[in-house]
Structure formats: C-alpha cells, structure tokens
C-alpha cells in the first residue's frame, strides 16, 4: 500500500516545485485516484485578496475615527491623522496636505460623513473616470485644466446622488459586482487510497463561477477536465484530411500580468505535449499557443510611481525625463492594446482569464473603456493569481501557470500539533506570573481627535505663513484664536501651545498682525514657561507686528504692560524708520568707499613719486628689488575671485603658446 501512494504522489508534470509536495497537474491526474476521490469537508477562511479578480480593487474599511486605535502621544510630526497616513519627511507630508485625497477627507469630516482610505479614493475617482470617459465633449477639453477638477466633480457627483436617494430613487448608480465569498483559495479533496492526514488541493480559480457555484459537483468537473497529452502528429479534419493543430482542439487560458513598465502576456493550452530531453527521455511540457512581453521606461526611479500618479498628484513635471516617461507609458498602452486586439479570437475561446494588474492606470490600460477593448471588467473569466507574484517576465507567467495547475499535497501530522498544543498549555500553567505590562494609553475621545485634527491643520497653515487660509480655518471650524494645541504634552505645545505662540516662535509677522487685529488674540497668554507671545519673537519684524498691532487696537483692549508689549508703533512710523535706516546705512557707506578711494589714491601717488626719483639710465629703480614671476601673478590676481583667477591664468598660457609659436616659426 505505502508503494502506491509513494507512486501517486511522484511523477510532477513541469519538472519540481520549490514550495509544496507536487503530484500531476489537476487535468492529469492517475485514473485509479480519480475514481476514489471525493471533496473534503472545507474551512471558511478570511477572503483571500489576491483571489479577488483584478478589476475590483480590494476593498478596505473605512477610516472611523470613533473606533481607531488611539496614536503615541509623542507621534511624529510626519503623519496625517485625518487619513491615518504615516510619511518619510516633511515634503511628502506637504504634498498629502495639497493632495485630492487629503482634501476629499477634510471635506467629508466637515460633513459628517466617513472617511476613505487612499484605495478607496482611487477607486472613487477610477468609477468618475469610467463614468465621464464615453461623453462627447471628453476629446475637446482644455489641457490648462486645473487638478481640482477631478475633486470638485467627485464631490457634485456624490451631491447629486445624495438628492436622488433623498428623493426616493434607487437604482441611481449601477450595481457593482460584489467582492470575493470569503472562500478559502484552494478546495481540497482526499480518497482513502492516501494516508487520513494526507490531502489534495486544487486551486478554486481554475474552476468556473458556474462549477463554483455547485461544489458538491466538484469531484465530477474534475473527472471531465481530465486531458490526454497531445502527441506530434496533429489530428486531422475528416472533410478534407487537412491536419488541425492540436493546441486548439483543448481547452486554453489568457494569463497577463502589467507593472511598473513590464507587461507579459501569454495563451497557453491546458493539454501539455511530449518533449525530449538532453539525455533522451520523454518530457511532458506546457504547450504555449502565443506569447509577448514588453518593457518601457515609465517609472521614476529612486522615487517610485508612475509618471501619471506623479502628474495627478502634484501636478504635470516639466522636466525631460517626466516627458520621456509619458511618452512611454503612452507607447505601452499603445502596444498592450494593439497586442490584445491582435489576440481577440484566442482570448474569446480562452476558458479562463489571469490578469495581474497593480494600480489604476494599469487596470485602464487592460480594461479601459476604449474603442474596440477586449478584455471588460464585468467578464467573468477574469481571474486574479492567489498567490504573491513577481515581475511580468515569461517565466514568471509559465511560474505562475505551473503553480495554478499543480495539485498540492498537505500532509497533517495531528500528533504532532496535539504535542505541540499540550506543550503549551504546560508552560503557560509553569510559567511564573510576569511583570505587568505597560498599560496602553486611554482611547482618546471624539473632543481629543477633533482637537489632533485641528492643530495639525493649523500648525501647518501657520508654518507656511497663509494668514487668509488660518483665518478663514479658525472662522469655518468656529475656532478661538487661543485654541490650544493638543496633545499639551509633546514638546513643540509646551513651548508654543497657541496659534499666537507659534507664529512668534517662527518669526512670522504676517499671522502674528492678523491673529492680534482679525481674531482678537491675547497677547498676555503665557506657555508652560510663564512667556509671553512676544518675548518668543526672534526679530524685529516680528516685534513691529505686535507693536503695530497695539496701535491699531489701541491702549483699552489689553494689558500691555503684562504682554511684554513695548510702546506702540503705526505701520507709517515702521516704514518711514526703515526708509530713515536704509538711507542712513546707504551714506555711512558712501563715506567708507570714499574714504578708501581717497587713502588709494594717496598710495599710488607716493609709489610713484618714489619710483620716479629714484631710477637708473637702465630704467631701474636704484635700491628697489625686482619681483618674481610668481609674486608678479599673485599681484595681479590679488582681489579676483577663483574663476577670475582660473580665466586669467589660461589667458596668461595661450600668450605663452602663441609666442612659442611665433619664435619657433
């Protein structure tokens, strides 16, 4: 007995398997095993989400902000906690900010409603895009168009949809296929000619939606797919005796895979075919119907991302590079489509789809819509590979076609897990009672988030300097101008824990004046060290804004005294010292260049009266050394910068050459 199932589980059809025990593909399977199988009792799992086909995105859940996990307090400042995103630096923190999705967020929490992660905007806007792409007036449309069109149709197309289902209209979107069962990606049979703990997988892609939807069947379908290996001689057509090839007298499947500039695709029959090998014997091997792989520079490098993510994102780059990259994802898509419209008759006849497609741009260029598309999002051959893949080469795509037919054999050692169970049991009962844990921080309130929220908006608007946009933030949000900062604890609010504070600290006398004059700041709150807003300013801009400030509001409004505040100055009075100082600093400077003129001058007149009394009939100053070359050069070029010094000593060698020249000549 153990001599057969050692012989039912050898014999692999494409040579070994790096991962799993291997028997014959599941159309390949010994008739003695197949006449005794039967489906095993299968385990609902979580969904897997490679299984999902690629034309639905995976779905993820929305963002709540009652039920997210409370952050560190000590979080660094490169993170979003409006769409729980965390960021390498500050500039890409500053491109989220000005990003659609950051802004889609903000505009959804003002409302009330629920957040979206960054996949489920893509999402968003590739439905927005599908929906607009068959309109007549998509091919006329103005190329100076500004990015925040894509944000401001989202939000009038979900407007517009609010008022239908306020009206009662239902069926006002089209129906989405629903996502994957939550089905465990392989089904497993077992036949009493294997040992109990011994069983069989067989991918449930591979199988139909209409064999899916019958799994007690399943054993049966099996049995029917079963193929003989094609031999060399071709069959022939009875009518005229004309051989047929044999690859298209079986059944065969489309598999693709698209990213970051690669496409493969490939047509492969399910029937494999006889082969040699170097050493003579008989191999079965995959027989391949067509197949076509392309690659294009359309990736920044170091950076990542397609060129057109980078361009929807923060707009279109204008440098060389950024040219040639769209020039290329355009010849890709280009060729991708023009190769599928070479293929349409096999992939119609294909019984099953593979499609590995990463992003949204990616997904458009194999689903579209275009005109005369062959592959369509809602055909349900499409099939997603359940299992992690690499770059689309031609091997990977025969990798993968291998790992999808391969049967895989799971043997359980259940006295081994019940071993295992029990040994820890017995050291969780032995184990001494540890050190409590470090308790986890309280789940912050709705108050504390809406508080996070806020000063990481203001902050950042305060840091770049946007008094309008600080004041029409504090005014939309009913905001105080002493809004304190939260969490109180980290260390940037326990130095600048107010609006006034910060803007202060960083020398920012535009928001410092609107703050005092527009909100009616406090200028006598203190921080944690008992200091003033003014006693934070680093310059005396900074100083004018909160004098100026004291004029305009006059000596009634605030404690002066207690602010730290020096006497009032009006804005009349800040230029007109400025202009004083500036014309102050420009004589002081006059006189010094005129002074220096006048002590040269002095200097070259006594040179040359000391040099004209004293010469020779030769020309030589009696008593006077003659310079070197090198101090002679050093003197010239005393003053000149290095460039100018570099430009005058190769003029100084071609004159050298060009005499050398001359007395050689």
């Not at 390498?88 to 929490?109: F, G, M, P, T």
């Not at 000596?555 to 202009?579: F, G, H, N």
Request: glycine share 6%; aromatic share 4%; with cysteine.
């Amino acid at each position: 007995m153990s001599k057969v199932n050692e012989e039912l589980l050898k014999k692999p059809l494409y040579g070994k398997s790096p991962v799993y025990k291997s028997l014959r593909c599941f159309f390949d399977l010994p008739p003695e095993l197949l006449i005794n199988l039967h489906l095993k009792q299968q385990s609902v799992s979580e969904p897997d989400i490679s299984e999902v086909p690629p034309s639905l995105p995976s779905d993820a859940a929305h963002i709540d902000t009652e039920s997210q996990d409370v952050r560190d307090s000590s979080a660094p400042s490169t993170s979003c906690l409006l769409c729980n995103a965390r960021f390498s630096d500050l500039q890409e923190q500053r491109r989220h900010v000005k990003s659609d999705w950051h802004n889609y967020n903000l505009k959804q929490k003002l409302r009330g409603h629920k957040l979206v992660t960054d996949v489920e905007f893509d999402k968003l806007v590739d439905d927005l895009d599908e929906s607009l792409s068959g309109s007549d007036t998509s091919d006329n449309e103005d190329d100076d168009e500004t990015k925040d069109n894509t944000l401001t149709t989202l939000l009038k197309k979900q407007a517009r949809i609010g008022q239908l289902e306020s009206e009662g209209v239902e069926d006002f979107s089209p129906k989405k296929r629903k996502r994957g069962s939550g089905k465990p990606p392989l089904i497993w049979f077992s036949t009493p000619l294997l040992p109990l703990n011994t069983s069989l997988g067989v991918y449930r892609a591979v199988f139909t939606t209409d064999e899916q939807e019958h799994e007690a069947d399943l054993v049966d379908v099996l049995r029917k797919k079963q193929l003989t290996p094609s031999s060399s001689r071709s069959p022939t057509n009875a009518s005229n005796g004309v051989p047929l090839p044999s690859v298209m007298t079986s059944p065969q499947v489309f598999m693709c895979m698209i990213g970051g500039g690669h496409f493969a695709g490939m047509i492969v029959s399910l029937a494999p075919k006889y082969g040699k090998k170097p050493t003579g014997a008989n191999e079965r091997q995959a027989t391949v119907i067509a197949h076509k792989t392309f690659h294009r520079y359309t990736t920044r490098r170091k950076q990542g991302g397609a060129q057109s993510s980078n361009d929807s994102a923060k707009g279109a780059a204008h440098s060389a590079g950024a040219s040639i990259r769209r020039y290329n994802e355009a010849a890709l898509e280009s060729e991708i489509r023009d190769l599928l419209t070479e293929w349409k008759d096999l992939i119609d006849k294909s019984q099953l789809i593979f499609v590995r497609a990463t992003g949204s741009s990616n997904r458009r260029t194999l689903f579209g819509p275009y005109e005369g598309q062959v592959l369509r999002q809602n055909d349900p051959r499409n099939r997603g590979f359940p299992f992690s893949t690499r770059r689309a080469t031609q091997a990977e795509l025969m990798r993968s076609f291998i790992e999808l037919t391969r049967v895989k054999v799971e043997v359980v050692d259940e006295a081994a897990i019940a071993a295992a169970a029990a040994a820890e049991a017995a050291s969780a009962i032995s184990k001494p009672e540890s050190t409590p844990s470090k308790p986890s921080p309280p789940k912050p309130s709705r108050e504390e988030e809406e508080a996070i929220l806020h000063t990481t908006q203001l902050q950042a608007l305060i840091r770049r300097s946007k008094a309008p946009a600080l004041l029409s933030y504090l005014t939309s949000n009913s905001l105080s101008a002493e809004f304190r900062f939260h969490p109180p604890s980290s260390q940037a609010n326990h130095h600048a824990p107010s609006p006034l504070h910060l803007a202060a600290s960083i020398n920012s006398p535009p928001v410092v004046l609107a703050l005092l004059t527009k909100t009616n700041a406090n200028p006598t709150t203190l921080n944690a060290e008992n200091k003033t807003p003014f006693t934070l300013a680093g310059d005396r801009a900074t100083r004018d804004a909160f004098r100026v400030a004291r004029s305009e509001l006059g000596k009634e409004k605030w404690d002066w005294a207690a602010s730290s505040i020096p006497s009032p100055l009006t804005k009349q009075e800040a230029q007109e010292r400025d202009q004083r100082e500036k014309l102050e600093a420009g004589k002081v400077e006059a006189e010094r260049r005129k002074a220096e003129e006048e002590k040269l001058r002095k200097m070259d007149e006594l040179s040359t009266r000391d040099v004209g009394g004293g010469k020779m009939k030769g020309g030589k100053a009696l008593g006077a050394v003659e310079k070197t070359g090198a101090e002679k050069r050093e003197e010239e070029g005393r003053g000149l910068t290095p460039e100018m010094r570099m430009k005058l000593e190769r003029e100084r060698r071609a004159r050298a050459a060009e005499a050398r020249m001359r007395g050689g000549g």
